[in-house]
């Protein structure tokens, strides 16, 4: 009688093991493409988040240059503004930016709207903001319809000194 009740036992347990191995089955069909999708979001939000911490540290970067001793920096014919803008843009091509995408103005941070002079001595002392910008789909892993495409961008706030490199 025991062996009986044994061979019922594991003929139905067969059973029950091939019907689950078809429920995991569908399990996986439905939860698969929802977690293909969500890592798929996640790479996606991971980029824009790290283009955003690269313009910041760009825009951090670029207008520490101004608050140094710029004598010799910029090469001949080069504006300390200039330098400034080609510094930023190397830094972020290093990153995997392409230079020709981002955009970098400095302007007054009393009057927003003004072109600020770094090499300017009227202007020593006087605070400036650094704006860099790129455009999402320049740094989007996935094609950007233009209606969809918006501008990843940074502003510091810095004071234009000279504070002198000691040895």
Do not use: C, W
Not at 34 to 45: K, N, Q, S
Not at 100 to 106: K, L, M, S, W
């Amino acid at each position: 009688m025991f062996h009986s009740t044994k061979n019922l036992t594991s003929r139905s347990g067969a059973k029950s093991l091939i019907h689950r191995r078809g429920a995991v089955a569908v399990e996986f069909a439905v939860v698969a493409p929802i977690l293909v999708g969500v890592m798929f979001a996640m790479v996606t939000l991971n980029r824009a988040f790290e283009a955003q911490n690269l313009l910041a540290t760009a825009a951090r970067e670029g207008a520490r240059f101004a608050s140094m001793d710029r004598d010799g920096m910029p090469d001949v014919g080069m504006t300390g503004n200039e330098k400034l803008a080609e510094d930023i843009k190397s830094f972020l091509a290093s990153n995997g930016l392409e230079k020709d995408g981002v955009t970098v103005e400095v302007k007054d941070h009393e009057n927003p709207s003004a072109d600020f002079n770094i090499d300017d001595p009227a202007n020593d002392l006087k605070l400036f903001e650094v704006h860099v910008s790129v455009d999402y789909s320049a740094v989007s892993y996935t094609p950007v319809s233009g209606d969809s495409d918006y501008t990843l961008s940074s502003v510091v706030v810095f004071r234009n000194g000279r504070a002198t490199l000691s040895d």
